[in-house]
C-alpha cells in the first residue's frame, strides 16, 4: 500500500550539490555538471565507453560535443561503461561529453524526523519552472524555504507537508536577484545576505540592494567565469561582511569586497593566497571567529588576534637573512617562534625582487620555502614575513560641487590605538582609471611628518608610522593628483614593523572631518 511503502522502503539519497536540513526534514537540491573526456559513441548503439562514469548517473542525461540531442542513461554497469535508452543517432566516433541531471530545479526532500529515508519519486517539488534559470542556492527560515538561482528567485510556504497535494506554495520572490552558489549565502543576526552579478544584496520578499557604492569597481574587478570559487562570510568581532572573490588575472579568490555592518561603509582587501573557503566557528574560550582556508591548505582565523595569514605573535615582521642561505632554505639573524604556532604557511616576500613564497618548516633561526626564490637572497637583505601587502582600496568617491573638486581633500587614514607600527604607499586613481596617477606639480597643502613629499612622475606617497611620529590614529594626506569626476585611494602595507590595522579610510573636505562618505 501507499503507507507501507512510505513507511518501509527508501532510495538512495540523489546526487546534489546543496543539501540542508529544514523543519525536520533533509533537502537535496542543485545538479552538478559531469564533463568527460574520451567518449566512445557507436551510432545505432545503446552502449557508450569511457573512464571516470559514476554508477548512480542511471536517469540522468549524457550530451557529446557538437550534438544538439541529449540521451537519457538507462544504467551504468562500470566506471568505463554504461547504457542509453535509445540508441545513439549521431556518427560514431570519440569525444568530449557532460553528464547532467534530467531535472536540475527538482528538490528533493526526507521523511518527517527520518533524514536517512527518501522516495525521489514520491517526496520532490520543482522550482524556478520556465525561468531559464538553475538552483544555485537555498535556505530556510521562519517565513518559508527560499530558492535562489542565479538572477530569480522562489520560496516555499506549507505548515507539516511540503507537497503540492497538501496546500504547499511556492511563491516568486520580487525582483530578479539571485546568488552565485550555495556559499554565497551567509545568514547573519536574522538576515540573509547573498551575492549575484547585480552586487550584494539581503534576501527576502522584496529585495535590499546594499553594495551602489562599489558596484563599478566590482564589474571592473571580478572574474564572473570563475563564479563557482566565490564565496562570502562575515567577521563576527569586527563585524564585517566579507565576499571572496577570483579578480581578472588571478585564479584564486585573492580579493574580497567587505562592508562595515554598522556603518555601511565599503572597502576592498587583497591577499597574496588566495582564500578558497571561510567558515564561522566557536573557539575553546567562547569567542565566536571566521576561519579561513587557504589555496595551499591551511587556516587561520581573521579578525583582532590575528592577522588571516596566521603571524605568531613572537615573530618579527621584518627578518635579517644571514649567512647560507639558498634558494629555499634561509637562515636569519632574527629567533624564530618553534612551538605552536610556527611559521607553517606563513608568506614571505623579498621587497627588492617583488617574490613571495609561504613557509613549509622553520627552526629557531632557518625556514623552509615551499618552491623557493629564483635566486638567493644575499646576506643583510631584509625580509618580510606575515600581515604584509594587505590592500585596502576605497569606492569611487564622486563628488557634486564642482567648484570644490580640486581643492581642500584630504585623505583621511585612521588607526587602531597602539597599533601605529609598519610602512604603508598610497596610492590615488583618477576617473575611473584602472592605472594609479603619477603625480605632477600639483600638491595640495603641506605633508604629515612621516609622510613622503610627492615626486614627479611618481605613483605613490609613503607613509612611516615607526619613526615616533605622534599622529594620535589619524594622519590627513592632502590628496596630489588632479581629477575631474572620481576619485580612489589605494592602501597597500609594505614593512611589517608591527601589526597595522585601519579603523577607516575616507576622503574628507578638512581635517577636521567633514566627509564626502568614501566608504
Known amino acids: 500500500s501507499s503507507a507501507d511503502l512510505e513507511t518501509y522502503s527508501s532510495d538512495v539519497p540523489p546526487l546534489c550539490a546543496i543539501v540542508i536540513a529544514y523543519r525536520g526534514r533533509m533537502w537535496y537540491f542543485g545538479d552538478q555538471a559531469y564533463p568527460l573526456t574520451g567518449v566512445t559513441f557507436t551510432n545505432g548503439s545503446v552502449n557508450v565507453t569511457g573512464t571516470g562514469f559514476n554508477l548512480r548517473w542511471a536517469g540522468r542525461t549524457i550530451t557529446r560535443e557538437g ?10 554497469a562500470s566506471t568505463v561503461s554504461m547504457t542509453l535508452t535509445v540508441v545513439y543517432g549521431g556518427t560514431t566516433g570519440v ?5 547532467v541531471s534530467q531535472f536540475p530545479n527538482r528538490g528533493y526532500y526526507s521523511r518527517l524526523f527520518y533524514p536517512e529515508q527518501c522516495l525521489l519519486s514520491r517526496w520532490a517539488r520543482d522550482f524556478l519552472a520556465e525561468r531559464s534559470d538553475q538552483v544555485r ?4 527560515r521562519k517565513d518559508g524555504l527560499y530558492v535562489l538561482g542565479l538572477f530569480s528567485g522562489e520560496r516555499l510556504i506549507f505548515n507539516a507537508d511540503p507537497s503540492a497535494a497538501e496546500g504547499a506554495v511556492i511563491s516568486p520572490l520580487q525582483g530578479r536577484r539571485g546568488c552565485f552558489n550555495q556559499r554565497c549565502l551567509v ?4 538576515d540573509v545576505y547573498a551575492a549575484d552579478r547585480q552586487g550584494v544584496w539581503i534576501v527576502g520578499e522584496k529585495p535590499v540592494h546594499l553594495s551602489t557604492a562599489i558596484d563599478r569597481l566590482l564589474r571592473q574587478y571580478v572574474d564572473y567565469d570563475e563564479a563557482h570559487q566565490f564565496h562570502m562570510n562575515w567577521e563576527p568581532i569586527n563585524r564585517t561582511l566579507k565576499f571572496f572573490f577570483v579578480a581578472n588575472g588571478d585564479t584564486t579568490p585573492k580579493m574580497r569586497a567587505c562592508m562595515d555592518l554598522d556603518t555601511g561603509k565599503w572597502f576592498f582587501e587583497t591577499s597574496f593566497q588566495g582564500i578558497t573557503a571561510s567558515q564561522v566557528v566557536a ?3 567562547g569567542l565566536v571567529r571566521l576561519m579561513l582556508g587557504d589555496e595551499n591548505g591551511f587556516t587561520w582565523y581573521d579578525g583582532i588576534e590575528s592577522a588571516f595569514d596566521g603571524t605568531p605573535p613572537a615573530c618579527p615582521g621584518v627578518v635579517t637573512v644571514t649567512v647560507g642561505a639558498t634558494t629555499t632554505v634561509i637562515p636569519v639573524d632574527e629567533t624564530l617562534p618553534t612551538v605552536s604556532p610556527t611559521l607553517e604557511g606563513v608568506i614571505v616576500l623579498d621587497p627588492d625582487t617583488a617574490e613571495y613564497d609561504f613557509v613549509l618548516s622553520n627552526t629557531g633561526g632557518t625556514f623552509t620555502l615551499n618552491t623557493g626564490f629564483t635566486s638567493a637572497p644575499p646576506v643583510g637583505r631584509e625580509l ?15 563628488d ?8 581642500s581633500l584630504f585623505l583621511v587614514v585612521k588607526t587602531f590605538p597602539g597599533s601605529e607600527t609598519g610602512t604603508f604607499r598610497v596610492y590615488f586613481f583618477a576617473d575611473f582609471n584602472t592605472t594609479p596617477s603619477t603625480f605632477t ?10 609622510v613622503s613629499v610627492p615626486i614627479t612622475g611618481q605613483a605613490y606617497i609613503e607613509c612611516s608610522l615607526s619613526g615616533g611620529e605622534d599622529h594620535r590614529g589619524v594622519l590627513a594626506i592632502p590628496v596630489p593628483i588632479s581629477w575631474n569626476d572620481a576619485i580612489q585611494a589605494r592602501v597597500t602595507s609594505i614593512r611589517p614593523d608591527g601589526e597595522l590595522r585601519l579603523l577607516d579610510i575616507a576622503f574628507m573636505r578638512s581635517k577636521e572631518g567633514v566627509t564626502g562618505d568614501a566608504g
Open 137 to 140: 542556492g537555498v535556505f530556510g
Open 283 to 285: 573557539t575553546e574560550d
Open 187 to 190: 545568514d547573519i543576526e536574522g
Open 384 to 398: 618580510y614575513v606575515g600581515p604584509i601587502a594587505f590592500d585596502y582600496r576605497t569606492k569611487w568617491w564622486v
Open 67 to 76: 550534438d544538439t540531442a541529449s540521451y537519457v542513461i538507462a544504467a551504468v
Open 441 to 450: 606639480s600639483f600638491v595640495n597643502g603641506t605633508m604629515p611628518e612621516g
Open 400 to 407: 557634486e560641487d564642482q567648484a570644490l573638486r580640486k581643492n
Open 95 to 99: 569525444g568530449d561529453a557532460i553528464v
